[in-house]
């Protein structure tokens, strides 16, 4: 009894503690502006849409969603189907370099970015790709292709060889195999590895920094890591900014959640 | 499945450009103001006089290290979609010297040059060619509640110590838990150098020696100076909270009434005796800096000009913005609304101008003698290293003023070095 | 070669390619940059090769050895903290009771958070007039709120707090799928053998978790290395530099200053340290392996 109790409490702080910032900041862009303001500072707001009226028609907030919806989302296409393709001949043939390049590209993937940034700014910029998609998006594809592989290197070996081998012997191409046996048993692998890169890609942010400094094709980050100020902080805008660009994130994370906890561990502890 | 990809991709690559095709588009970046409806207005009209033309304003962040930083990285970024830009006014030698700025020559004459004031044209100079047209010109001021000096009967201060004395006795004597003595702007920013080159010069230094390209801030009366803000102005008078100020909190906190003496650029003025954001209307007065005993009262020049960029696709019609919001009109227009200075020797004749806006004809004295800033190609370095250094030196008690100064000026030497270097410029 | 040889080549051609050219490559092209001179508002300069003058130059550098400080700071705090409330968030979680899907959903928020999100969100809290964190610690009395981000004191502390609030629970996670590894029948066993909780934490629990441990500190210490975004929201590295990390520093000179060459060597050099520290890990993790497959 009193360990169930002890449970529940721990249980419920561990609740609070993760929610309650969050939900002081929404609470905050719920505020009218007068109630912001007040100090010491309102507990509880009204409930006034104003902020997320000025935060996505005047400053932009839905072009800035827009943009990061393409350059994350192109990304992640990309990236999980070049890293799928890598992936597959990594588990199936066990050679002795593919073993090495899974650890390169964990070694990559540890690269500081500012060791990086100044030279991937320069090829963008022979390129003239700065200030555009495909510029960007080649730049995150790169970036999360370690991680893409590495997952779904390890839901690939759950695929059982013997599968395959069978289908292989009745007469299929290797590509049927592909199509038709793998990928629908690796499917929930690489549905998980793709939210994880496009979570990943959605909020990068030095990157995007850098290379995208047209306010038009802004993405996400840099739009409310600069959300220009009145003289005093739009506290308000900013709030009604990050709980719109945080809540998809949080559904999804909230429906696929089995899956990410599988794909983050599955690194950690078979890896 | 691939080929519907690409052609997806193509598609998002072309659609902004397919947005542009319609009107010619002219991209500013500006800085963020408190009277947006002025500049909206303003851009109205320059569309009206220029069909076909539309302006599309970028509002840069507040803190001009941040709007340097963000703005560089455009014209790195070598930004077609950037045509006209504000900059700050230690910007236009780095700006040319890196080539992001057009000479603007062909377009800025030098009769037409002569109209402003010698010292915002002679900081948009470099190596003979001028990059930047002065849109309005900022000197560092001391601003002071006339209601509690008179209230114990002083005068306003002439030098420093006097006034770190009397902000002590009236600190003393109002009992107030929420007045301070002196507020300024000391966060590691471009500000901290604004306020304290002043104080350096007030005291007979300098911040560099600008003909043997050497830094000056390790020489004794700089560090004098350094010591006082440290022991009397941030210690004595002042919270610590001074020291994560740039101008907006520390004209807020004047303008509620919490701080007898006060350092910020004219425009405070004007927020100063605004009913929505002043409990403080009509107890204000406004006064060139003190300096110390034997020095001359140095203010810090500042202001903003606009400029073009090289790699813009449509420099006459970017002239023609920039024409048209330094025109005589216009200034006086921003002068009016927002109790900016102009640069136009012509407004501080004006009659209608000098009735609204009293008090530039005795500014205009404190403007001529403003004091730049070093000017160079290298200033953000320097800026930096001065920054981080007074910062240091401010923000940490029993700070080892000496050291540090030395640390610094050796750091500054090693990028003025840099400039002596020639290669064909 | 083999078909199937040939197959893999091909498969993995594409992701080397992607790789090789925006990850390697400028890998490389820092390190060369690094011995150059090279700045950006004086180009006439030109690209001047100086050899292991830029070195020498970070080697003396006061603000690259606060910086370096700052950041060993960082993650010899953070690090430790987020792992020690992750362990202990995770063996509330790993217990069953009712809406323990809830509680694992619910953790994850954190994680989900962009982190320029986190960063203005905690600044906000931070924040000396409409903070969450002044009214907390001194209710109505606003005369003593101050704030934490512009005193030198307390502007590294209230990032760390930032920061440990949004990577604990995701180390939660990591140790959760480390300890539901552990079949309940080793813990049965050590109840027969008259084991207390404690015991069994210290004797069953913990080796067994240690490799997922070890792997959980050297992705966090890496990713603690490289904190960039929180600096840049919140304090711009200030005041007085109290917050100027190593990867921030190399921004400023790079990006903000325009001196490449500086930059570069400030990156290779957070790089270099990074890989020394990967590389202790491994060897510890792979010597624990060892030694748990010894066992």
């Known amino acids: 009894m009193k360990r169930s109790l002890a449970l529940a409490l721990s249980a419920l702080v561990i609740a609070l503690y993760c929610l309650l910032p969050f939900l002081w900041f929404v609470l905050t862009s719920l505020k009218t502006p007068a109630e912001l303001a007040a100090i010491p500072p309102r507990l509880v707001p009204s409930l006034h849409w104003g902020f997320y009226q000025s935060a996505l028609f005047d400053h932009g907030l839905a072009r800035y969603i827009g943009n990061s919806l393409i350059v994350a989302g192109t990304a992640t296409l990309i990236s999980i189907t070049v890293g799928s393709m890598a992936a597959y001949a990594i588990s199936r043939f066990q050679l002795a370099w593919t073993r090495f390049y899974l650890l390169a590209l964990l070694a990559i993937s540890m690269f500081p970015q500012i060791a990086i940034a100044g030279p991937v700014w320069n090829i963008l910029n022979h390129l003239d790709w700065l200030n555009t998609y495909h510029g960007l998006v080649t730049a995150y594809i790169a970036l999360s292709l370690p991680l893409a592989i590495w997952i779904l290197t390890t839901f690939f070996r759950e695929v059982p060889v013997e599968i395959e081998e069978a289908a292989l012997i009745d007469g299929c191409s290797r590509l049927q195999v592909l199509r038709k046996v793998v990928l629908p048993l690796a499917a929930p692998g690489i549905l998980t590895a793709a939210l994880l890169v496009f979570i990943h890609t959605w909020n990068e942010f030095f990157f995007a920094l850098i290379i995208m400094t047209d306010p038009d094709i802004q993405t996400l980050p840099v739009g409310i890591a600069l959300f220009p100020g009145e003289y005093t902080m739009p506290w308000g805008e900013i709030a009604a900014a990050s709980t719109l660009a945080t809540l998809p994130l949080i559904f999804l994370t909230l429906f696929f959640q089995r899956g990410i906890v599988r794909g983050l561990s599955a690194g950690a502890v078979k890896g | ?425 | 070669m083999k078909s199937s040889h040939r197959l893999a080549l091909l498969f993995i051609v594409p992701s080397l390619v992607f790789v090789s050219v925006f990850t390697l490559y400028p890998i490389v092209e820092s390190f060369r940059l690094s011995f150059y001179r090279m700045i950006l508002t004086l180009p006439w300069l030109g690209q001047k090769m100086v050899g292991w003058e830029n070195y020498l130059d970070l080697w003396t550098d006061p603000v690259a050895w606060q910086a370096l400080r700052t950041t060993l700071l960082f993650v010899a705090i953070t690090v430790p903290s987020e792992l020690l409330l992750g362990l202990g968030m995770a063996l509330v979680m790993n217990e069953a009771f009712r809406g323990r899907g809830v509680l694992r959903a619910v953790v994850l928020i954190p994680w989900a958070i962009p982190t320029v999100v986190s960063s203005q969100m905690w600044r906000f809290i931070f924040n000396d007039r409409y903070g969450l964190f002044n009214f907390v610690l001194f209710g109505g009395d606003t005369a003593r709120y101050f704030a934490p981000l512009a005193d030198p004191r307390f502007a590294m502390l209230a990032i760390m707090a930032a920061e440990i609030w949004k990577t604990a629970p995701f180390a939660a996670l990591i140790i959760l799928a480390g300890l539901q590894t552990i079949s309940d029948e080793v813990y049965e066993a050590a109840s027969i053998d008259g084991a207390t909780s404690w015991q069994k934490f210290y004797h069953v629990t913990l080796p067994l978790l240690w490799p997922a441990l070890l792997l959980a500190l050297l992705f966090r210490t890496i990713d603690a290395l490289r904190v960039f975004d929180l600096v840049f929201v919140m304090t711009q590295g200030g005041p007085a530099d109290a917050t100027n990390v190593l990867q921030f520093y190399g921004y400023k000179k790079t990006f903000a200053e325009g001196m490449i060459g500086y930059g570069s060597t400030i990156a290779v050099t957070v790089f270099m340290i990074s890989l020394i520290l990967a590389l202790a890990y491994l060897r510890a993790l792979k010597s624990e392996r060892l030694q748990g497959a010894a066992r």
Request: proline share 7%; with cysteine.
């Open chain 2, 1 to 425: 499945m691939r080929d519907l990809f690409c052609i997806f991709a193509i598609l998002f690559c072309l659609l902004p450009q397919a947005v542009n095709a319609q009107a010619t588009l002219l991209r500013a970046v500006i800085s963020r103001t408190d009277t947006p409806q002025l500049w909206d207005d303003a851009i109205a009209e320059f569309e009206q006089q220029n069909p076909g033309v539309k302006v599309v304003k970028e509002i840069a962040p507040n803190s001009s290290t941040q709007f340097h930083d963000l703005l560089t990285q455009k014209l790195k970024n070598r930004d077609t979609r950037l045509d006209v830009f504000f900059m700050d006014v230690i910007w236009p030698s780095e700006f040319a010297s890196a080539g992001w700025a057009l000479p603007l020559d062909r377009f800025f004459s030098t009769t037409e040059q002569g109209k402003f004031l010698e010292a915002p044209i002679a900081a948009n100079r470099y190596r003979g060619e001028i990059f930047g047209v002065p849109l309005f010109i900022d000197a560092g001021l001391l601003y002071y509640r006339k209601d509690l000096l008179e209230k114990h009967r002083m005068a306003p201060p002439r030098h420093w110590p006097e006034l770190v004395d009397q902000a002590k006795t009236v600190l003393a004597a109002e009992l107030d838990p929420h007045l301070v003595g002196y507020s300024g702007q000391f966060k590691q920013y471009e500000g901290l150098v604004c306020n304290m080159m002043e104080f350096i010069l007030g005291n007979g230094g300098a911040l560099w020696d600008e003909q043997r390209l050497v830094s000056a801030v390790q020489q004794e009366r700089a560090k004098q100076a350094v010591r006082f803000v440290r022991d009397h102005i941030i210690s004595e008078i002042s919270s610590r909270g001074v020291l994560a100020y740039e101008e907006p909190e520390s004209v807020a906190l004047f303008a509620q009434g919490r701080a007898i003496f006060h350092r910020n650029w004219p425009y405070a003025w004007r927020v100063a005796n605004d009913p929505e954001q002043s409990r403080v209307i009509g107890k204000v007065g406004m006064m060139p800096l003190p300096a110390f005993p034997g020095g001359k009262g140095a203010s810090t020049l500042g202001g903003w000009q606009i400029g073009i960029s090289r790699f813009s696709k449509i420099p006459e019609v970017a002239w023609r913005f920039v024409a048209f919001m330094t025109s005589h009109q216009m200034q006086k227009r921003i002068a009016f609304s927002t109790g900016r200075a102009p640069t136009r020797k012509a407004l501080y004749t004006d009659p209608e101008l000098l009735a609204q806006v009293p008090w530039l004809e005795s500014m205009l004295e404190t403007f001529k003698q403003a004091v730049p800033r070093p000017r160079t190609p290298v200033y953000a370095p320097l800026s930096n290293i001065m920054q981080r250094y007074f910062s240091a030196a401010l923000a940490l008690p029993g700070s080892k003023i000496d050291q540090r100064s030395a640390l610094a000026a050796r750091d500054m030497d090693r990028v003025l070095d840099l400039l002596r270097e020639t290669a064909a410029p």
